[in-house]
């Protein structure tokens, strides 16, 4: 065998090595809500996170719907630099009552964020848009459905519900509620809001560094071969 056809090999294997480990890193990117817990009753501050997917297009708007069947009275947003946020409400088929006792006939449905020119989410970047929401209902979780619209006209539909043993290929972002079981209870998941966050980052970054860390183990293991290679050339064959 030729060196170069020995170096040409190794460098392959090293490339395709790399190439497998770091792709479930990208694959699983998609839209999602942090935190991902809140505590019924409440109120909480939810961030939606939205990466673009794609290399030749940009994210120009994100709609995401809230559910009515269990409505939440507040919901207000975040204003983000170089996107405009519409709120939409629909009539609820069964007013809800408040705390206060008044009735609650309406409420919001669906939040629609639209970029400016030169403020869309670029291929390989990410945005982040905030909501405060409250009183959350006493359900076990939320799930927002949510459609992504790309600058090329193409429209990912975050929208499959979480089924117990499948993984979806869309899913969408779910809010998971716990029962308010004492002040403490409450006191800790307000504080633990921005720390939550902190986690959920601390966990992307985690990810992100296990995908690093193996591809440069697979670079190492493919130069290992090339050496390997290279020094079994040199000997020439065993008589």
């Known amino acids: ?92 088929a069964t007013p809800v009552k408040r705390e206060g006792g008044d009735e609650i006939t309406e409420a919001v449905s669906k939040i629609t964020w639209t970029a400016d020119a030169g403020a869309e989410i670029k291929p390989h970047q990410f945005q982040e848009f905030d909501v405060s929401l409250g009183p959350l209902p006493q359900v076990d979780q939320i799930v927002f459905k949510a459609l992504q619209t790309y600058s090329n006209g193409e429209v990912v539909r975050w929208i499959d519900e979480p089924a117990a043993g499948a993984s979806a290929e869309h899913p969408a972002p779910v809010l998971k509620l716990s029962k308010k079981t004492d002040t403490a209870a409450a006191s800790t998941t307000t504080s633990a809001g921005p720390t939550a966050n902190a986690s959920d980052s601390s966990s992307s970054s985690s990810s992100a560094g296990t995908a690093i860390a193996l591809g440069i183990a697979g670079m190492v293991l493919g130069l290992a071969g090339l050496v390997m290679g290279v020094l079994a050339y040199r000997r020439g064959p065993v008589a």
Do not use: C
């Open 1 to 92: 065998m030729r060196l170069t056809s020995v170096v040409r090999a190794g460098i392959a294997t090293a490339a395709a090595v790399t190439a497998a480990l770091a792709f479930p890193a990208v694959a699983s990117a998609h839209v999602t809500v942090n935190p991902n817990t809140a505590v019924q009753g409440g109120y909480t501050k939810v961030t939606f996170r939205v990466p673009t997917e794609r290399d030749n297009a940009s994210t120009t708007k994100l709609e995401i719907a809230i559910p009515t069947d269990q409505p939440i009275a507040s919901v207000s947003t975040r204003p983000v630099q170089g996107w405009t946020a519409v709120t939409e409400t629909s009539k609820l």
